[in-house]
Structure formats: structure tokens, C-alpha cells
């Protein structure tokens, strides 16, 4: 006898309920934690939102840092920025005035390189975001102490502490990039930082530019420095409707919460077998060092997790960046095109137009590096540089008017190689080389060594170009080609995979005795999250928390890129 409508409509309602909970106590049994929880720490955005928001702040970080590499290379010579400090005018009389000159620059970075190096006990303690906000707070703060600057001593004392702020942000800022991109979409969102870059680069000169032709003002100098305000106060303040990086939240034991920003990010219900994987692939990261005694003690570890080698390639790479010689254009674009017979006003728009080429070259390295591969970009940026630099030597020892416009279009061309092998690339490479708990103090000490490289080569260009002129290039041509067999012997292909597989790859480096490089490259290492990963890893999860494998590549790893 059927049951009436309503009694119907009851029992249908009762089977539906004790369907949802009994799926809710199996998802409770196989997780630790109810949906209920994950609900409540639900990102307001998903998707390709979420991406588009997280890369926007990025971004912002980025082209910052770009502004402020790019703001001072004009202001050095500009009547105004000379008069209210003339300690930075070169000339016969006080030739320790280039020394002087490369000083105030170069202090900025050994700011960035005390922040940078805060971040090894500060970054895992305050997580990604905390650590973003306390960096462009400090800049901030910075900003309107060298916009007020009325000695030379308040401008030094100004730019550290800018320079602290901005060593905070520029160690964080990739790692949490990286966490929250999905991996096929990993490299070109961090290329696009190093497009963004060169954007804050350009617009410096641009800014510099217009206000070189108010000559009568102090505005001249002080409206260029105080602009980096607009990018403090919009990074600090989007930041807060971001979601925290889920790699750091299970860190903290904070798991539904990160399986709640794993399900926003790659836009999947919780069910979806590749929102579960990605989940237990970060636990297993976990797992593996979970014996491990602090993260600082970590970078010095062997084993299978190979921390100290993943460092040290890191802290090399940023090395070696800085050594190509780029900031020799950046930071002195401007004077090295008046020493190759520019007027003021042509040099600072030629700065503008190698800008502006600049930000092409990059772009066009944003839509190659997930199809190419970072090994290739790199080789190819470094050899190209390098025989840059030998021909830039040759023509300053020719030294007339034909050799000077070669010189100029050669510098255009210096930059093009270093966008597509340098620049986005080295930002990617660090976050995407280390370890999920070793993750954040490597990217401080790799962009520790960048400051300090960068701070090095700062310093020695102007005393380097008035005591060895055209030589000087030399140098960088020699630096340049040494990188070639550092990358190619050395440096694992991280691309096509996600942050988690680098583990099993290195892992499966140190069992079988082989080179890293050479098992980055293959194409049937296991992903991480699968059954023959925690093999390779070493990890036996409870057979209740163990996910699905997949079947379209439960041993293959994704495609090599």
C-alpha cells in the first residue's frame, strides 16, 4: 500500500538526512575533522578568482619592488636630489664621491637583506600573510621617512629600514605565489611577478622623467620616492580577503581550514579525488620530517628529504642572478647612457624605452617558461648575456659614436636575455626547490644572497666604471659564462610538477644513488599523494586516510615540461 504524499515526502526527507550523515561520518572518519568545520573557513573567492586575486597582490609586492630598484637611478643626478645631498655629485675634486653615490643605492639592499634574513624565524611563525602585512607596514613607514629626508644620514637611515620591509615582503611574497597557484599554472603566475618587476622598473623612470623638468623644486625627488606609498597601502590592505597559504595552515595543524583553500583554489568539491590528493600530498610532505628538530637545524639535513642540497642550490642561484650583472642597468641605466654620449633628457628616455622593451622580453617569458622548461630558460639567458657583455667590452675599448649606439641596442638586448632566463625565473625556481617545511627559511636565505650580491655589485660599479671603464663588462662577461655548467651539472627541472612531487623526486634521487638532475628529468617518477609516492617517501598513512589513486597516471608524473 503506498504511503500518503506527506508521509512520502517525510521519509524521503529522513533517508536524505541519514544519508548526509552518514557521508559526513565517513568523510569525519577518513579526515579527523567534519565538513561543518571546513565550511566555516570557506575562501569568499574560488577558482579562477581566487588565482586572479592572489597574483594581483603578488603582484603588487612585485612591482613595488621593481619601483623601488628603478626610483634612484635617475633622482642621483637630477639638480634638485644633487643639491639637498651633495655628497653624490661626482666630479675631480672629490672622487669619492662615485663611492658615495653607489653607497646610498647599495644601503637599500643591506635593509633587504636583514629583513630577508628575519624571515628565517619570523616567516613560519607569523605564516605568509602576517609576514606580508608587518613587511609593507615597515615599508610604509620608511617610504614617508626618505620622502621627508633633509641630510644625508636621515635618507641612509630611511632606506634601511625601507629596505627591512621590503627584504620581508620579497621572501614571502613567491613562496605564498607559489602555494596558492595550481602547478600547471605555477610557472607563468610567477613569471608574471618578474613581468611585474620591470612594470614597477619602468614606471620609476617614468615618473622620473616627468618630474626631472621641475627643476626648481624639491618636489623633483621627493613626489618619485613618495609614490611607493599607493603600493604599500593597496598590498597591505588586500591582503586581509586572501585566504593563508594551505601548505602552512597543516603545518600548524590547521587541516581543515587548508582543505578548504585546496577546494577553492583548484575550484573541486571536497570529493574530488584530485582536491584529496593534493591535500595528502602536503601531509605527507609533513610527515616525512615531522621527526625533525626546527626548521633552521632542517636546512642542514641530508636524507632523503636532501634539504641542505635544495638550499644551497637556491642560495646559488640568487648568487648568480645577481652576478650577471643586471642591476648594472637597473640601477644605473641612466648614467651608463650618459657615459655613452646621451644628453639628460635623451638618457632618462632611453631608460624609459629600455623599460618599456623590457617588460616585452618578459611578457614573452611568461608564455614560454611551462612549455620550455626552467633548465632551458636558464642556459639560454646566461649564454645569450654573456656574449652581451664580451661584445659591450669590445666596443668600450673601440669607444667612438657608431660603437656608442651599438653599445645602447646592446643593453636592450642584455635585458631581453635576462627576462626570459633571470629574471620571473629565479623567483619561481627558489620557492619551487625547497621543501614544504624548509620552504620558508630557504627563501629567506636565497633572497638573503640576493640582497647581498646585489648590494656587492651596487657598490663596485661606479668606483669599478671610473677606475676600469669598458673592463668592467669583462668581469660580467666571465661571471656569466660560469653560470652555463653551474646550471647545466646542477639544477633539477622543477617544472610540470607540483610542489610536493619535488620531494618524491629527490627522494628517489638518494635511494637509487642517482643524480637529481637527471630524475627530474624523467617522466615516470610517482606523484606525491599516490601509493608508490609514500613507498619512495617512506610514509604509511592509515588505510582509511589514504586517497584514490589515480587512474590516468597512478605512477606517471605529469607531463615533463
Not at 628529504?305 to 650583472?325: C, E, P
Request: glycine content about 8%.
Amino acid at each position: 500500500m503506498p504511503l500518503p504524499s506527506s508521509d512520502e515526502e517525510k521519509h524521503q526527507s529522513s533517508v536524505a538526512e541519514n544519508t548526509d550523515h552518514h557521508h559526513h561520518e565517513q568523510f569525519k572518519q577518513q579526515f579527523g575533522f567534519d565538513p561543518a568545520d571546513i565550511a566555516a573557513h570557506t575562501p569568499s573567492l574560488r577558482g579562477h578568482k581566487l588565482t586572479a586575486a592572489v597574483a594581483f597582490v603578488a603582484g603588487t609586492g612585485f612591482t613595488l619592488f621593481g619601483y623601488d630598484q628603478g626610483v634612484m637611478s635617475s633622482l642621483l643626478t637630477g639638480n634638485q636630489f644633487e643639491g639637498s645631498f651633495p655628497e653624490v655629485i661626482v666630479e675631480p675634486s672629490h672622487p669619492n664621491h662615485a663611492t658615495l653615490q653607489s653607497f646610498i643605492i647599495a644601503i637599500y639592499e643591506v635593509g633587504c637583506l636583514f629583513g630577508a634574513l628575519s624571515n628565517l624565524w619570523v616567516g613560519d611563525k607569523l605564516g605568509r600573510r602576517k609576514t606580508i602585512v608587518v613587511g609593507g607596514s615597515i615599508m610604509i613607514v620608511g617610504a614617508i621617512l626618505q620622502t621627508t629626508a633633509f641630510s644625508f644620514a636621515q635618507l641612509i637611515f630611511a632606506r634601511i629600514f625601507t629596505g627591512y620591509g621590503n627584504g620581508l615582503i620579497t621572501s614571502t611574497v613567491p613562496t605564498y605565489h607559489a602555494e596558492l597557484s595550481p602547478s600547471a599554472k605555477r610557472g607563468r603566475m610567477i613569471m608574471m611577478e618578474g613581468t611585474l618587476i620591470v612594470v614597477g622598473v619602468t614606471i620609476a623612470y617614468l615618473v622620473d622623467l616627468a618630474l626631472f623638468f621641475v627643476n626648481w623644486s624639491s618636489a623633483q625627488w621627493r613626489v618619485p620616492i613618495a609614490l611607493q606609498l599607493v603600493f604599500e597601502i593597496i598590498m597591505v590592505t588586500c591582503i586581509g580577503f586572501l585566504p593563508e597559504s594551505p601548505r602552512w595552515l597543516v603545518k600548524r595543524g590547521r587541516n581543515a581550514e587548508a582543505m578548504a583553500v585546496i577546494s577553492a583554489m583548484e575550484d573541486k568539491p571536497l570529493s574530488d579525488p584530485e582536491v584529496q590528493r593534493t591535500y595528502y600530498g602536503i601531509r605527507e610532505a609533513v610527515a616525512v620530517e615531522a621527526s625533525s628538530q626546527g626548521s633552521l637545524r632542517e636546512l642542514t639535513t641530508g636524507g632523503p628529504s636532501q634539504n641542505f642540497r635544495r638550499t644551497v642550490i637556491a642560495v646559488v642561484y640568487m648568487m648568480m642572478q645577481q652576478l650577471t650583472g643586471i642591476n648594472l642597468v637597473t640601477f644605473y641605466a641612466t648614467i651608463v647612457f650618459q657615459r655613452l654620449g646621451l644628453s639628460e633628457v635623451n638618457a632618462r628616455i632611453t631608460s624609459v624605452a629600455n623599460g618599456a622593451e623590457y617588460i616585452l622580453a618578459s611578457i614573452a617569458a611568461y608564455y614560454t617558461i611551462d612549455y620550455v622548461g626552467r633548465r632551458h630558460l636558464m642556459l639560454f639567458g646566461a649564454i645569450g648575456q654573456s656574449i652581451v657583455m664580451l661584445l659591450l667590452a669590445i666596443l668600450g675599448y673601440i669607444n667612438n659614436t657608431p660603437a656608442q649606439i651599438v653599445s645602447v641596442v646592446l643593453i636592450f638586448g642584455f635585458n631581453t636575455f635576462f627576462a626570459f632566463g633571470w629574471l620571473g625565473v629565479a623567483w619561481l625556481y627558489c620557492a619551487e626547490i625547497a621543501g614544504l617545511r624548509t620552504r620558508a627559511p630557504t627563501n629567506a636565505l636565497s633572497t638573503a644572497s640576493n640582497w647581498t650580491f646585489n648590494f656587492v655589485v651596487v657598490m663596485v660599479v661606479g668606483p669599478a666604471f671610473n677606475n676600469i671603464s669598458w673592463r668592467t663588462y669583462i668581469v660580467f662577461a666571465a661571471l656569466n659564462a660560469i653560470t652555463v655548467p653551474v646550471v647545466y651539472f646542477f639544477f633539477p627541472e622543477t617544472g610540470g610538477r607540483s610542489l610536493e612531487d619535488l620531494d618524491v623526486v629527490f627522494a628517489l634521487a638518494y635511494i637509487t644513488g642517482e643524480d637529481p638532475v637527471k630524475v627530474s628529468l624523467r617522466k615516470d617518477v610517482p606523484l606525491a599523494g599516490t601509493r608508490e609516492a609514500d613507498e619512495i617517501l617512506g610514509v604509511n598513512p592509515r588505510p582509511s586516510e589514504k586517497p584514490p589513486t589515480p587512474s590516468s597516471s597512478s605512477g606517471k608524473a605529469r607531463k615533463q615540461v
